[in-house]
């Protein structure tokens, strides 16, 4: 793996797009100022936001950008072109620019192509966005380049081919989609591999999901390790694969923050009997049928309709995966009291352009419409 850094990067990384809130739906400042102070007391040190993260880039000047040392940290942004973000090559490059007077950090240690797949690649190609990285490490506002990417192996194959300068890729794997075809977390990663690139981990909890999964496979997990949350063996899984740099945990309030602490600080790999533990759950798992919504809320920035898609879909899980149909109502009750039910879709499909997951959104919509709107 390339080395970057005179000393080894830790292990765990501080992701800043789930931060935690206040009733205002503003982030909650105070809060997380106390987990970035955490965070680096043990002795961890790197971050991850993006120019799409609503509030988050401003919250991280305030966080950690006017607070510490610029050297004490490494700070990870991300340029996005997806038409749902950018409406030209101007507006896209301008972005970096916009980045940089938010946070206010001067330069940015790793500058990531945002969310690229077979869909959008076209728009990072068209716009000139792997020259413009390039050029903007010549000018020293960025350190090192890549990309984040969901989407097929075999389209990875092809960017990292093209562009074998790359020098970073961001993934989403998690033991959930270490087999999942629509994902392939397990293919992907075997690319970086075979092309020697470092990899940052997303989504490991899978949106939460693995924070507080189906009850059998937390039983199977508890039983195992009474003493153990269940967050922590799906980060130690991706953190023990061994061309993993960096795990992006998007923390939301300080006990996350203190269960992450607890055993990433001090990192250890999984033991043998405990891989057995995580490909038994790893059976259970994909068996369930489910939304694989991770909760980014990319879709809802253009929908007219402003439907809380990813809301309802938490409520639409909470039938799929718990048989809990009582719950997912009045979960879904609450998300449409005051915003469009998901019988508004109006089939524009500007969700399903956003969707890093490539979720049939409409479809799921219509679902849970017939579903939970009886």
Known sequence: MPVFFEKEMPKLGFGLMRLPRLEDNTID??????MTDMFLKAGLRYFDTAYVYQGSEEATKKALVDRYPRESYYLTSKLNAGSWAAKDEESAKKELEISLERTGAGYFDFYLLHALSKDNLDNYERYGLFDF??????KGLIRHYGISFHDQPEVLEEILTKHP??????LQINYADWENPAVASRRCYEVCVKHNKPVIVMEPVKGGTLANPPVKVAETLKNAAPDKSLASWAIRFVASLDQVMVVLSGMSNIEQMEDNLSYMADFKPLDEDEKKVIAEVQEILASVDQIPC????????GCPMQIRIPDIFTAMNRYLIF???????????????????????????QCEDACPQHIHVTEWLEKAAALLEA
């Open 29 to 34: 400042i105070e809060q997380t100022k106390v």
């Open 133 to 138: 990285v390039k050029e903007a490490k010549a």
């Open 165 to 170: 300068d790359l020098e970073v890729v961001q």
């Open 294 to 301: 991770t909760g980014c809320s990319y879709c809802t920035k």
């Open 323 to 349: 048989d809990r149909m009582d719950d997912a109502k009045k979960r879904y009750a609450n998300v449409t009291k005051e915003n469009s039910p998901a019988s508004a879709c109006i089939h524009c499909l």
